[in-house]
């Protein structure tokens, strides 16, 4: 057995031993709360800190485990089986967290936090999107001044997810008007719980509500909380969402395992016969294989570099606009099989468990992290070296350019 494998094993087990308190399967016979549930989550994020498994590739100085990127996937790929209450801290952990330790300041403030995080004590939001910004990051407008050593900031983003239960946030705002809009931009970290900060939920198809609009009304920032240097707030943010493109992969774009459609398949007929002989759903299944295991050799390609030191290449931009699409249209392809039994929508469902649910759920991951549209943009641009799309605001200072 290698080392991996050993590893694999042993976090296995563990996961094995705290599965019946904390796993989908424990916890869907309890009906929980989103608030019950996020504190079952805290309790496993702290033991889970406490048996090693969290911060893996984290360096030992700052909270983590000083192991590889190779023990974290094997880790995630273990958990992601159990359906482990461990969405809330996703983003946190994803991305605010690794830059706050690549920027922060204040090292020993920085590891609290990220302590904290990991024990699911404090969480962290990512507060990019707005309303006139959403794929065109450099298009926000939430603004800060300065204001004696600090700043004092002011706006509106949206779509930020969990930011209902969060202590901190990543924020990017314009603190520059008067130079091109990628120049004029700013990153800080913001207290969530600040004099001025307004969260309110939105509610979504799926009957949840963690995205959220999130106001500013001249919030007071330290200069201690900015990230980067002032106009350098792009780079930082690219910083992120390079993070962002490989924190989490997943070939079935976090619905359902291609398995459970061939096990769906089996169950359900066309015409009287199962509908696994019918020669267009062979194909499905063959055609989404194909693809899934494309994905698989991309991402294994893509930790293989980093492992080796190396930056893993633009293609990352294919995993989440190829997994999400084939998990949209095998889950709707599973609903047209069930027939008049889709309708029977059970709200508290798992998304990989259940194709209404990941068909309801499926449109926002077309969205969420970059669009459909803007990926197909970096895919041509940035793997197939086809000319820059129409960038007609380019080189133009941001207040010049028509609201
Ligand atoms: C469930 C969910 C969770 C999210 N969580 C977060 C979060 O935690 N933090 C955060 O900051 N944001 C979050 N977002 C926001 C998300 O990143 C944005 O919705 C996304 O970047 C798209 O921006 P937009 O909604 O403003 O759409 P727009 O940018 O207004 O796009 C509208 C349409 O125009 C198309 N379009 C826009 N520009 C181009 C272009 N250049 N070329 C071709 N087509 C184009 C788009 O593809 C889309 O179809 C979340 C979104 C969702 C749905």
Redesign the pocket.
């Known amino acids: 057995m290698s080392e991996i494998e050993t590893y694999r094993a042993q976090a296995r087990a563990w996961l094995e031993s705290v599965a019946p308190k904390y796993s989908r399967a424990a916890r869907g016979k309890l009906n929980l709360s989103v608030e019950e549930d996020l504190a079952l989550g805290r309790q496993y994020m702290a033991e889970k800190y406490d048996a090693g498994y969290a911060g893996i590739n984290w360096k030992t100085e700052i909270g983590g485990q000083g192991l590889s990127n190779m023990h974290k996937i094997a880790f995630d790929a273990e958990e992601m089986q159990f359906g482990m209450p461990n969405v809330y801290f996703g ?1 946190s952990l994803g991305m605010p967290i690794p830059i706050l330790i690549h920027y922060g300041q204040d090292r020993a403030w920085v590891k609290e936090r990220v302590i904290k995080a990991l024990r699911g004590e404090e969480i962290w ?7 006139s ?5 450099a298009a926000l407008r939430t603004k800060a001044e300065p204001d004696g050593n600090g700043w004092r900031m002011t706006g509106q ?7 209902q239960y969060c202590d901190y946030g990543v924020i990017v705002v314009r603190t520059d008007p008067t130079v091109e809009k990628h120049k004029g931009l700013t990153y800080f970290w913001v207290d969530m719980k600040a004099e001025g900060v307004e969260v309110r939920p939105i509610k ?1 198809a799926g009957g949840d509500s ?2 959220n609009e999130v106001f500013f009304d001249a919030v007071r920032l330290e200069d201690s909380q900015r990230m980067g240097e002032v106009g350098g707030g792009f780079g930082v943010a690219l910083h992120t969402l390079m993070i962002e493109r490989y924190i989490a992969t997943d070939s079935a774009g976090f619905g359902p395992h291609l398995d459970l459609f061939v096990d769906t398949t089996k169950e359900l007929t066309i015409n009287g016969k199962p509908a696994i002989k019918d020669g267009r759903i062979r194909s499905a299944i063959a055609r989404n294989h194909a693809m899934r295991a494309g994905l698989d050799s991309i991402t294994k390609r893509a930790f293989a570099m980093m492992q080796a030191g190396m930056q893993p290449g633009p293609e990352g931009s294919l995993q989440k606009l190829v997994a999400v699409r084939s998990r949209q249209k095998l889950s709707e392809m599973a609903l047209d099989l069930q027939g008049n039994q889709a309708f029977d929508f059970d709200p508290h469902a798992y998304v990989k468990e259940d194709w209404g649910t990941s068909w309801l759920n499926a449109p ?2 077309r ?8 990926l ?2 970096t895919i041509a641009e940035k793997v197939l070296g086809l000319p820059q ?1 129409h960038r007609p605001d380019k080189g133009v200072p941001f207040n010049a350019i028509p609201a």
Not at 125 to 131: A, D, I, R, T, V
Not at 157 to 163: E, Q
Not at 367 to 374: H, L, Q, R, T, Y
Request: include cysteine; charged fraction near 15%.
């Open positions: 983003i939001c990512q507060l990019f999107s707005e309303p910004g959403g794929s065109d990051l983003k949206v779509w930020t997810s969990w930011a979504l963690h995205v926002t991951g969205i969420a992290g970059g669009s459909d549209e803007v197909l943009n799309d």
